[in-house]
């Protein structure tokens, strides 16, 4: 299988090692595409080779290669993250994903601890519903209210909930970008990558985390409040937290210049 085609990737930054730090590899979140980091990658790819992908069922990916089977868990999403680095050799890359994809990063490092070195968790979320002693944000109801609408009116889903998933009312437009990815991914699909999201639990798996890891959270997200992040950075001893001056689930598109400079902050120290 042609992994590289079937995950769309893309490859930008300094060829050859030439870049002054590792190999970044930037994954999306649920119902968006590779296109989400693009206010960021100039400032990421000036010094280090960047890579890009779409999971399997997003964006240019190879629809044929989807299967329910294999995505309707988060170990499917992390199976696509090991075999694109297989695929490239990378070693000790440094995984920056955005919302679900933060879980997903957990997984693969730890299925290929020599491919991945370090994290930054983008918004994380390792549970969205709340549980005794635990405040993902969502009831149980709720999560099942949201699956019930997604399936009965996909489109009619995406354009209620996208613009309140970005936040930034003020800002239309980025509301509107949101729901034009959200409405460009099959609705089927869609469904499946929805309930390997909102109901995963991936609270355990973060015990194992022992690498550098950078966790970014906004000041307001109904997405992933900031009791999540402070969570996440409790669970995982080697972490930073890092609050950033924005609103919404989507800093990369709502706030990019303070998300890239948290990141390069930390690529910094990492090298």
């Known amino acids: 299988m042609d ?11 300094p060829e050859g090692g030439e870049g002054d730090g590792p190999v970044v590899v930037l994954a999306h979140g649920f119902g968006c595409d590779q296109n989400m980091w693009r206010l960021i990658l100039p400032a990421l790819a ?47 890359a440094v995984f920056v994903g955005h919302s679900v994809s933060a879980m997903v ?52 889903w995406s354009a209620a909930m996208a ?10 437009e980025l509301g509107q970008e949101l729901t034009n990815s959200f409405c460009a991914t099959d ?4 469904r499946v990558f929805a309930g390997a999201t909102f109901l995963s639990d991936s609270r355990e798996s973060l015990k194992s985390v022992n690498l550098p890891t950078l966790v970014l959270e906004c000041t307001q997200d109904v997405i992933a409040p900031r009791e999540v992040g402070a969570y996440v950075h409790a669970a995982i001893p080697t972490s930073r937290l890092v609050t ?24 910094q120290e990492a090298r």
């Open 3 to 13: 992994i590289r085609r079937r995950n769309n990737v893309t490859l930008t930054g």
């Open 187 to 190: 609705p089927d699909i869609a």
């Open 244 to 267: 950033l001056d924005a609103t919404g689930h989507c800093p990369q598109l709502s706030a990019p210049e303070a998300t890239v400079q948290a990141i390069l902050a930390f690529l």
């Open 163 to 172: 613009p309140v998933i970005m936040g930034n009312p003020d800002r239309p």
């Open 105 to 156: 990063g957990v997984l693969a490092a730890q299925s290929a601890p020599e491919r991945i070195g370090s994290l930054v968790m983008v918004a994380p979320s390792p549970r969205y519903i709340d549980d005794e002693g635990y405040r993902g944000g969502f009831s149980e109801q709720d999560i099942e209210e949201l699956m019930a609408s997604l399936d009965a009116n996909y489109l009619g």
């Open 46 to 92: 000036r010094h280090h080779r960047v890579v890009l992908f779409d999971y399997v069922g997003s964006g240019a990916s190879d629809l044929s290669a989807w299967s329910e089977q294999r995505y309707s868990s988060l170990e499917g999403y992390a199976q696509d993250v090991v075999e694109v680095c297989d695929e490239l050799g990378l070693e000790q």
